[in-house]
C-alpha cells in the first residue's frame, strides 16, 4: 500500500555529491511501498536554487523532507542548513543531516540550527541502507508533516 496526501507522491531533495550515495539512496527509495519522487542536487548553491525555485527550478515541486549532506561543493551543508531554517517560506521542512562527519562540533552546530535529525552515515552498505529506510518509514509514513 501506498502512502500519499492530497493524491501527490511525497517529494525529497537529496542534497549529496557522492555519486555513491546517490545511487545507494535511489536504490533503498525504489523498494518503497510509499509513492515518492527523489530529487538530487549535487551542491549547496543547486540545492537553495531547488528549494528558492530560481532559474532551471523555477517550477520545483517543494519537498516533504531534505535529505543533506554536510560536506558538499561550492556551498557547504551547514550554510545550506542555516539558509532553510531562516527562511520563513522553507523552515518548517524537515531537513535529516546524513553525513559522514561525526565531529560533536557539527552535530551541536546543527541542532542549534535546528536541523529535525542528524545521522552519520555508515560506510558499512547493509548499515546504510538499514539507515535510509528507517529515514524513510519515520518522515514519510509515520510522521505528520507540514504542507506547503
Given amino acids: 500500500m501506498s502512502y500519499v496526501e492530497d493524491g501527490k507522491p511525497k517529494t525529497i531533495l ?3 555529491d557522492s555519486k555513491a550515495d546517490i545511487r545507494l539512496i535511489q536504490e533503498v527509495l525504489k523498494s518503497s511501498s510509499i509513492e515518492h519522487q527523489l ?5 549547496g548553491v543547486e540545492a537553495m536554487a531547488y528549494l528558492r525555485r530560481e532559474g532551471d527550478y523555477k ?3 517543494r519537498p516533504n523532507l531534505i535529505l543533506l549532506d554536510l560536506n558538499l561543493p561550492k556551498k557547504d551543508g551547514r550554510e545550506v542548513l542555516a539558509e532553510i531554517k531562516a527562511d520563513p517560506s522553507l523552515k518548517r521542512i524537515p531537513v535529516v543531516v546524513l553525513t559522514t562527519s561525526r565531529n560533536e562540533e557539527d552535530i551541536y552546530h546543527s541542532y542549534e540550527l535546528h536541523v529535525n535529525c542528524y545521522i552519520s552515515k555508515s560506510r558499512n552498505l547493509s548499515e546504510l541502507f538499514r539507515i535510509v529506510k528507517e529515514i524513510e518509514t519515520f518522515w514519510l509514513a509515520t510522521a505528520t508533516l507540514p504542507f506547503e
Fill in 39 to 43: 530529487m538530487v542536487t549535487r551542491d
Fill in 59 to 61: 517550477d520545483a515541486i
Fill in 14 to 16: 537529496l542534497v549529496e
